[in-house]
């Protein structure tokens, strides 16, 4: 029996190979499969993050490799090297950030939490979930979670 996720709380069911979750981009064109738990959770205020994605901090999940796969439209992808250690890949027609790759960590995707499906909850805190680039956040607005927070990764 699986019980129906609801509003604002922590329901769902860990991914998993026999419980993928499933995301993509606004427009539809790239999707992709979650089939492992993330191993990390954590919302990122650093100047980069707040361009790129247009909004105050997105929160991002990391994953092991084999446990994110872009099922369609992996041809529409666009990369943008906001450094020379990390490319993050865009849906070329309507722009959204799906996730990113980090030089020298072949064995770890990144992906933008907000592109699940239906908000669905990607796990993966065992107890890390926390602010990072702290330092760089808007002044005008501060979380209040209580969540950690750190100034760097
Ligand atoms: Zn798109
Ligand atoms: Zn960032």
């Known amino acids: 029996m699986v019980a129906k996720p609801s509003k604002g709380m922590v329901t769902d069911m860990a991914a998993s190979p026999d419980h993928p979750l499933h995301g993509g981009c606004l427009c539809g064109a790239v999707r992709y499969e979650l089939s492992a738990e993330p191993h990390d959770l954590y919302h990122c205020h ?18 092991v490799r084999s446990g ?47 592109t699940l499906d239906d908000g669905a909850d990607p796990g993966g805190r065992q107890g890390k979930e926390r602010h990072i680039f702290w330092g760089s956040r808007m002044g005008w607005y501060e979380p209040s979670d209580g969540l950690p927070s750190v100034d760097e990764f």
Do not use: N, W
């Not at 865009?90 to 933008?112: K, W």
């Open 46 to 63: 650093c100047s980069i993050c707040r361009k790129c994605q247009g909004a105050l901090y997105p929160a991002y999940a990391s994953v």
């Open 68 to 114: 994110f796969v872009v099922t369609q439209g992996a041809d529409r992808l666009s990369t943008f090297d906001s450094s020379a250690e990390l490319h993050r890949h865009f849906c070329s027609s309507c722009g959204s950030h799906v996730y990113g790759e980090m030089e020298g960590d072949p064995d770890t995707i990144s992906f933008s939490v907000g």
